[in-house]
């Protein structure tokens, strides 16, 4: 079967010519069938004035052939012509043209029914967006938010006052991502949980004191009780307090009582002698040694009733949490247990215990992000899916349970543009929005981060049961499976896009200065260099390709090296962001 396909980005015209290469006179087609594809004026019951759509330009051709060839085999057919325009596509335009030549009509209208059906499923283009009728003109779009992946490698924005869209290039920055990243992302709904499951959770709510804090004087050292100004040599016991002890009394005079530390006083302007300092004898003491302190916390000396405790979006850690007990407040409102969903991919991954074969390597992917996630608060559900796109759409069904509930999904690997990576495929076929799939940093450049819910974005069309509600948001990254791309991608997207859903404050570049000569070439690239910072600066580390894992034990910063840089030398500040929990 002779098969011609073709991505545009301009219009598809009306009469489309027949594939360049035709069957021979003895396979001459019976029937030549065509099939287009029109914009029509509403989406979901809106008017609109176009549709926007993005492809994988590679990845889909190659899914659009392989369809075509599979579907071929149970309907033969002699060629087939795909057209598919991508970008912003008017209202009353061709989206998609499909023509096919058979010996027999109902074979070729069996293959086209069967591909259309499938194309939405199995093939990396997808509708990303509708745009009201207002907002958008026939051949000036309005300039929204970028598109992103039209063919070419160029990401098309309209600039105000300009004709015609100016090109951008489709690498986004390493800012530009983040801002992506925080403008997509929202807290998830707090929840309330009793103390002993908020560790690390981001508090949602300010916490205020119900009483004064302490609730009155109190010891802190065991001796006796005095009257502050009392200048008697001797005194007479007149009775003890315990910690747990309440004995309301006044004292007079040459009057003392037994006080242990922490226990209520009897009453208001007291000292506390030392034990240290006094003499006894049986129920007297005389004082040998007096000092300036008194050795007493005076009610609400820490906090009156009524003042704030802890503000909302602390991070809450024992201090933290042993406050909040003091204060009464054993179900405070937090940030959710994060769910999470981890896939890793890679035929030739095989697990740790395992001595690998030639061509295989072990995995430490898993281990390396069950240790990142260590910073959240989350429950993670992690499983390798085998390095085919319709057998991991399978292995995903079995685990539609995990996945309906996640709030975040990982995928390790198969970010890039390789005849086997099916991430962003995958994840549109679980119905996410695909933000951006480069960013234009070394090492990770091949980043996907995509969402899935809300009133904007579409339902999963994967058919698996279970999937949260449409008006839930959750995310998505896949990952470059390289090692250090991995720990560097995390750190910088994954973390920022985490800390955004569990109203954390997003890690935060600081700046150091090197203490040892950082060499390497200038490259077009922002780099994100691995070292270790100690008192005396910033170390870098050596290493050689995004798949080095070695440098990942020491290192404990990543320093930011602006593009085209080329070598640092010692004393020069940089930025750095930590990677270590504080």
């Known amino acids: 079967m002779e098969i011609e396909i073709q991505l545009v980005h301009k219009r598809i015209a009306e009469h489309v010519p027949p594939p360049q290469r035709w069957p021979s006179a003895k396979t001459a087609p019976g029937a030549w069938l065509e099939f287009r594809g029109v914009v029509r004026g509403e989406e979901n019951d809106q008017a609109i004035s176009a ?17 075509l060839e599979e579907i071929s085999s149970r309907h033969p057919c002699l060629t087939a012509k795909v057209i598919h325009r991508v970008g912003v596509i008017p209202v009353g335009d061709t989206a998609i043209y499909v023509g096919v030549a058979a010996s027999h009509r109902g074979e070729a209208i069996a293959l086209l029914a069967e591909f259309m059906d499938r ?16 907002a958008e003109s026939n051949e000036n779009p309005a300039p929204l938010a970028p598109s992103l992946s039209p063919p070419g490698g160029e990401r098309v924005a309209a600039r105000p006052g300009e004709g015609k869209p100016a090109a951008k290039a489709l690498l ?67 009775g003890t307090l315990h910690a747990a002890d309440w004995k309301p009394r006044e004292l007079k005079t040459g009057e003392t009582m037994r006080v242990a530390t922490g226990a209520s006083l009897s009453c208001e302007n007291l000292r506390v002698v030392m034990q240290e300092n006094v003499e006894r004898t049986n129920d007297t003491i005389r004082i040998l040694r007096r000092e300036s302190v008194v050795n007493a916390r005076r009610r609400g000396e820490e906090m009156r009733a009524g003042e704030t405790a ?10 933290a949490l042993s406050l909040l007990a003091t204060v009464g407040c054993t179900r405070p409102l937090v940030s959710p247990q994060l769910r999470v969903c981890h896939f890793t991919t890679g035929d030739e991954i095989v697990p740790p ?12 992917n898993s281990i390396l992000m069950r240790s990142l996630l260590q910073k959240f608060p989350c429950h993670l559900e992690q499983t390798h899916l085998p390095e085919n796109f319709e057998l991991a759409k399978s292995a995903i069904g079995n685990q539609q349970s995990a996945i309906g509930n996640a709030d975040v999904l990982l995928v390790s690997g198969g970010a890039s543009v390789g ?28 980043l996907i981060f995509g969402i899935a819910g809300g009133a904007s974005v579409p339902v999963p069309q994967c058919g698996i049961s279970g999937l949260a509600p449409p008006d839930k948001i959750r995310i998505a990254f896949g990952l470059p499976g390289n090692p250090l791309s991995h720990f560097v991608c995390f750190h910088l997207f994954v973390a920022a896009a985490l800390a955004k859903l569990t109203g954390d404050e997003p890690p935060e570049f600081r700046r150091g200065t090197l203490a040892a000569k950082l060499e390497d070439a200038p490259c077009p690239r922002e780099t994100l260099w691995p070292a270790h910072l100690d008192t005396a600066g910033l170390h870098p580390l050596a290493w050689a390709s995004s798949g080095d894992v070695t440098c990942l034990a020491g290192t404990n910063s990543l320093m930011r090296v602006p593009a085209n840089r080329g070598s640092l030398e010692p004393g020069t500040e940089v930025e750095f962001l930590p990677t270590t929990v504080e």
């Not at 309330?192 to 050292?221: I, N, Q, W």
């Not at 215990?353 to 430490?364: F, M, V």
């Open 419 to 446: 005849d086997k990576d099916f991430t962003r495929s995958l994840l549109g076929w679980l119905g996410f929005e695909i933000i951006f799939s480069q960013v234009n940093v070394r090492p990770g450049r091949p």
């Open 172 to 238: 986004m920055s390493l800012a530009e991502a983040l801002a992506e990243i925080q403008a997509r992302c929202r807290p998830l709904p707090a929840v309330r949980a009793p103390l002993e499951e908020c560790f690390g959770h981001v508090l949602r709510e300010t916490v205020c004191a119900s009483e004064d804090f302490p609730d009155g004087d109190r010891s802190t050292r065991d001796g006796y009780a005095i009257l502050q100004d009392d200048e008697s040599e001797t005194f007479q016991i007149v």
């Open 51 to 67: 549709l926007e759509y993005e492809a994988y330009p590679e990845m889909a051709a190659r899914e659009i052939r392989r369809l």
């Open 310 to 319: 802890l503000a909302a979006g602390v991070k809450l850690d024992a201090g």
């Open 119 to 134: 194309l939405k499923q199995d093939v990396p283009i997808w509708k990303r967006r509708a745009l009201p009728v207002e």
């Open 353 to 364: 215990d395992r001595k690998p074969h030639p061509g295989q390597i072990r995995d430490s």
